[in-house]
């Protein structure tokens, strides 16, 4: 039941709704914490890349020498770069696990509130990804490299494309401002997007493990559930804090340790863990038109999904849909792994046969949609709760 209603000022009404009042189901699990863990790391992001660009210099003279200057001469600055560099991590994680969550409980049924987040999803790799030049180590210049100049088998438009993206001919001064200007602005994008994201989100209700909307007793937001967002933030703060104190660089490739240098090319060239399973799919096919294509393709797959109706269903009522989501989350997996391996035998074999299984799981889902809907079970209150 609903605590009885209250006059309250106009400016605190829209807050109280939100974070108070708003009711929602009682059967949640720790799973539907991480969205608002995403919140915090998006703040953090936001709070230490504010302190860290006050001492960066974008310019490819400087820049390696600005990190280092952050890291020993700032007050501080250490334990800023290592928090905002460990914090992408945090955020991906959390970012996919709540993914896997809207995936497995059918959450994409609500489509507006599904595309947005795809869409922030994807603002964030891109944001992430501008961020991993701004150091201007050897794997942050060759990776940029790399990366943006596939964009050159896009037909027509690919060539002037990268060379707008690199401001000339090549990966230089004009891209590495470009690209820090970017990844400072998209963070206030993505925090605009993920406010609108809740507007939607309330408006139709949060899912819940049954996938039922009717007859699920409701409870207040607060203290219900913010007492569970308090102890998920506590959580992330100290596996956060552990990392960026007692292993910072755990999750950094050597190679950027090294200035860049664009007449040495790394031995291996890759991306940071979090995209490493879109550049397994990238380098899966010989031709670079076809792996440019099959990496968006993996990306816009998502956008489709609100589209099948008898996946609305949470993964609960059929085993089928259980078996295909698992396949699918040991596919994303295993391609983390050849991602960060050698193009060599028999990596690039084994990153073929996953780029197949991963489409191949979504034409299930597609293949599934033209089957029956089986019918809900229904959730029945027991007689002491009435």
């Given amino acids: ?36 863990l995403l919140g915090l790391c998006l703040l953090i992001q936001i709070v230490t890349g504010l302190l860290l660009a006050m001492h960066y210099s974008s310019h490819i003279d400087m820049a390696f020498s600005s990190i280092a200057h952050i890291s020993r001469e700032v007050s501080g600055g250490w334990m800023m770069r290592n928090i905002h560099a460990n914090g992408a991590s945090a955020f991906f994680l959390c970012l996919y696990l709540h993914m896997a969550r809207g995936l497995y409980y059918g959450s994409f049924k609500m489509m507006e509130t599904w595309n947005l987040g795809v869409t922030i999803f994807i603002l964030s790799m891109a944001t992430a990804f501008m961020g991993y030049l701004l150091p201007w180590g050897q794997m942050s210049f060759w990776g940029a490299t790399v990366i943006t100049n596939l964009f050159s088998a896009l037909p027509y438009i690919g060539k002037p494309m990268v060379e707008w993206m690199w401001g000339g001919f090549g990966v230089n001064n004009a891209t590495l401002t470009r690209f820090f200007t970017l990844h400072f602005i998209l963070p206030f994008i993505i925090s605009a997007l993920a406010v609108i994201h809740l507007i939607f989100l309330h408006n139709t209700g949060s899912s819940n493990p049954l996938g039922v909307s009717a007859n699920i007793s409701k409870s207040p937001f607060h203290h219900h559930y913010t007492s569970k967002d308090v102890l998920g933030f506590i959580a992330l703060g100290m596996g956060l804090t552990f990392m960026a104190f007692f292993y910072p660089n755990i999750l950094t490739d050597p190679e950027n340790f090294i200035p860049a240098n664009p007449l040495v090319t790394p031995t291996h060239i890759k991306p940071e863990w979090y995209f490493l399973w879109a550049y397994a799919i990238l380098r899966s096919i010989p031709n670079k038109l076809g792996g440019v294509l099959s990496m968006f393709a993996a990306l816009a797959v998502f956008y489709i999904l609100p589209t099948l109706n008898s996946y609305q269903q949470p993964c609960s009522y059929c085993m089928l849909k259980q078996f295909n ?20 035998p028999p990596y690039d074999t084994l990153g073929a046969v996953f780029t197949f299984i991963y489409f191949l799981t ?3 889902m597609i293949h599934h949609n033209n089957l029956p809907v089986l019918p809900r079970i229904p959730y029945y209150k027991p007689s002491h709760m009435n």
Avoid: Q, Y
């Fill in 362 to 364: 979504f034409l299930v």
């Fill in 1 to 36: 039941m609903m605590g009885p209603s209250r006059k309250l000022h106009p400016i605190v009404t829209p807050v109280n709704s939100f974070l108070v009042d708003l009711p929602a189901p009682s059967n949640l699990s720790f799973m539907w914490n991480l969205g608002s």
């Fill in 325 to 344: 989501m698992w396949i699918l989350l040991m596919t994303a997996l295993l391609l983390t792994w050849i991602g960060g391996s050698p193009v060599e």
